[in-house]
């Protein structure tokens, strides 16, 4: 089955920098890649997601990138500020296999006022 | 759009108690939901895919006896945990995906269910 990787686990930045997270995964027939914010206690929240089909996405101060050759894609937040504190899980969805989705570990990122 | 109800939000019981989750697409019909674990500071594991009208498909290592599903309609699928015992203790969340949709389309989750057993 699919496997994700997710780097770092823990991320501190200050505000206004950036923060960059990563992910891996294993199957070259995953196609779908969204992204989720989970604060404490609370739901999961889709921030942005990208399909196979394109190398990147923006929204605003977030961005996405996939990489399919090598298998990975990424997570930019710019100009960070303290609400984004949270908890990011990153996640790979498998062609053909019911839109189930696989998460990776989560990263949680603390932003510094 | 696409709000996903899940009750009760906290239970909190002794032993030995069955507890019955449910998890309602409000504005949607999802003919597959899913249910996810989640400890604490660890990442959503997925423990079963809910079909309306069909059987439940577990993951490897979820006892289908000990946690029963049933999504007998379009909008509600529940999640019951048998005779609960203390490491049943979790965050359990589910989510929903609009009929209809094509591979690749966004999961909404409900608020999750914290489930503590004495």
């Known amino acids: 089955g699919e496997n994700v990787e997710q780097h770092p686990s823990t991320l501190s930045v200050q505000e206004g920098d950036s923060a960059v997270i990563k992910c891996t995964y294993s199957?070259?027939?995953?196609?779908?890649f969204p992204w989720y914010k989970q604060e404490l206690g609370k739901r999961p929240q889709l921030i942005i997601d990208?399909?196979?089909?394109?190398g990147e996405k923006k929204d605003q101060r977030i961005a996405v990138t996939l990489n399919k050759t090598a298998k990975h894609f990424s997570l930019h937040i710019t100009e960070t500020q303290p609400e984004d504190s949270a908890v990011y899980f990153c996640?790979?969805?498998?062609?053909?296999?019911?839109?189930?989705?696989?998460f990776g570990g989560g990263t949680r990122l603390m932003v510094k006022p | 759009g696409a709000v996903v109800s899940q009750h009760p939000s906290w239970v909190i019981c002794k032993s030995g108690t069955s507890v019955k989750i449910e998890c309602r697409s409000l504005d949607f019909q999802a003919t597959t939901m899913f249910w996810y674990r989640q400890f604490p500071k660890q990442s959503l594991m997925l423990m079963a895919t809910s079909n309306e009208g069909s059987k439940a498909t577990y993951e490897q290592g979820v006892e289908k006896d000990k946690f029963l599903i049933n999504h007998a309609s379009l909008t509600l699928s529940t999640l019951t945990v048998t005779s609960a015992h203390p490491e049943d203790s979790s965050f359990y969340i589910c989510?929903?995906?609009?009929?209809?949709?094509?591979?690749?389309?966004?999961?909404?989750f409900g608020d999750g269910t914290r489930l503590s057993i004495l």
């Open positions: 199957d070259s027939a995953s196609n779908y």
């Open positions: 990208i399909r196979s089909n394109v």
């Open positions: 989510s929903a995906r609009v009929a209809g949709q094509s591979m690749g389309q966004p999961q909404h």
């Open positions: 996640a790979a969805s498998i062609r053909n296999a019911g839109n189930m989705l696989t």
